[in-house]
């Protein structure tokens, strides 16, 4: 009865999903809403001056920052397909082992042994509160008006040096709910499926402001949102909220145990993410993404380290294919209690399908009315860094709790090293495991 109820409840999240929000347009909603809807002054004379930069924008700064979302949800690494207490076959009699209960998000080389089945459920959060090292809500974009002389010169004309910031006050999170199960096909060939349910969250009140030096120089404003030149509406608030929850992309590991009982183990995973999550609503990339890893792993009493390199092969636009190492160790402290500690990387490897979020900057010049005077702004186009890579660095500290040998539980919090990417601040998982 209790495990049809599971089932039931996870239905019930994948079906009763908001699936038709489509959060990739929420950039662009906001986008058109600043640029193009809420300019009401002199329309047709200066309120379509800013349709271009919305075009830009959505051309390249939605895009890309629909990419960082999708990208962070769908490749957070799944939990370890070890179980908590596996099976040594090297002496041809099944063995238990149970020094050490395993890695977290790393795996070791050890195979569960044929006919043996490990079922579990992990919880994880995100708050994706921090764009290379920025806050996501202080994420600011600076909108030049359009060169109306085509002299590649912004401030012939008085109207051209308007700009507009935008300020995305962005609040995003994520919370991923895995059910897993991994079966040993033989003494050395393990299959694990890992399903995820995933809710994405997006909510805050955009900020549009005129630097309107028009109104200043000039004494009347030619942009702004309201139609009253002498006393204008500089400011535009535009808030927003958005939530989903769907089904991720589902994930097949295959692990082939090469190595096993002598001073290194040795085994090959590859794991593989089809696009069953919806790409419009940041539940997966969209595209079908593998990866392919080098396990090695050594038992020293209660002590296993180990190392996983691999290479992850991502499919989708503005996604670079990545190099991937975690290095770390599972330690026994106590009967039944086991601390894990691991270092992961990712290291983007393709420069072209980098995301570029800082258009740079535009020179503009001032001319007073007053004085006659001349000078110049440089304006940057937005306050997030640019650069060529993401990669991205994590220390990964947990505890894995066995109250007997078919039951263990797993807590863990991951926590950033650099500011590469979209990130969250820290990252906690808890799951719970059982072994047949």
């Known amino acids: 009865m209790k495990r049809a109820g599971l089932w039931n409840l996870f239905a019930l999240m994948v079906l009763t999903g908001t699936g038709h929000a489509q ?5 662009e909603n906001i986008f058109n809403r600043v640029l193009r809807d809420d300019l009401q002054l002199s329309i047709g004379q200066h309120g379509t001056h800013f ?3 919305a075009d830009e924008a959505n051309a390249a700064l939605a895009p890309a920052l629909n990419s960082l979302i999708a990208s962070n949800v769908s490749s957070f690494p799944l939990s370890s397909t070890v179980a908590g207490v596996t099976f040594d076959f090297s002496s041809g009699q099944p063995m238990s082992i149970a020094e050490s209960l395993g890695p977290i998000f790393a795996e070791k080389a050890q195979t569960l042994g044929k006919g043996k089945l490990n079922i579990g459920f992990n919880y994880t959060s995100l708050n994706l509160a921090r764009l290379r090292g920025m806050k996501t809500e202080d994420i600011r974009f600076t909108f030049a008006h359009q060169d109306l002389t085509d002299d590649g010169t912004l401030g012939e004309n008085p109207t051209e040096n308007d700009v507009i910031d935008l300020f995305l006050n962005l609040d995003a999170s994520a919370n991923i709910f895995a059910f897993y199960g991994t079966w040993g096909v033989t003494n050395s060939f393990d299959v694990s499926v890992a399903v995820p349910v995933v809710n994405v969250t997006m909510n805050g009140t955009a900020r549009a402001v005129v630097n309107s030096f028009t109104l200043a120089n000039l004494g009347r404003a ?11 509406d500089l400011v535009d608030d535009v808030p927003y909220d958005e939530s989903v929850t769907g089904l991720g992309d589902v994930a097949l590991r295959l692990k082939y145990s090469i190595l096993a009982g002598g001073e290194l183990d040795l085994a090959a995973l590859a794991d593989i993410r089809f696009a069953t999550g919806e790409e419009t609503d940041f539940l997966g990339t969209g595209k079908t993404n593998a990866r392919f890893s080098w396990i090695m792993s050594r038992k020293v009493g209660n002590f ?3 190392l996983n390199l691999g290479y992850d092969r991502r499919g ?19 009967k039944g209690v086991t601390f894990a500690a691991d270092l992961l990387a990712e290291i983007d490897i393709n420069n072209d399908e980098a995301i570029k ?49 078919n039951f263990l539980f797993l807590a863990n919090v991951l ?6 990417g979209l990130r969250s601040t820290f990252a906690p998982t808890i799951g719970l495991a059982i072994s047949f």
């Open 23 to 27: 959060l990739n347009k929420t950039f």
């Open 51 to 53: 349709f271009e930069a």
């Open 222 to 232: 030619f942009h702004s949102f309201n139609a009253d030149q002498l006393n204008p």
């Open 304 to 306: 296993v380290p180990h």
């Open 316 to 334: 989708a636009d503005l996604d670079s294919d990545e190099f991937e190492f975690v290095l770390g160790f599972d330690n026994k402290i106590a």
């Open 357 to 405: 979020l800082a258009p740079g900057s535009v020179t503009i010049v001032d001319n007073n009315a007053t004085t006659g005077a001349r000078s110049q702004r440089f304006v940057d186009l937005s306050n997030i860094s640019d650069r060529d890579n993401d990669n991205t660095i994590d220390v990964a500290l947990g505890f894995r709790i066995a109250p007997s040998e």
């Open 415 to 420: 926590v950033p090293l650099n500011d590469g």
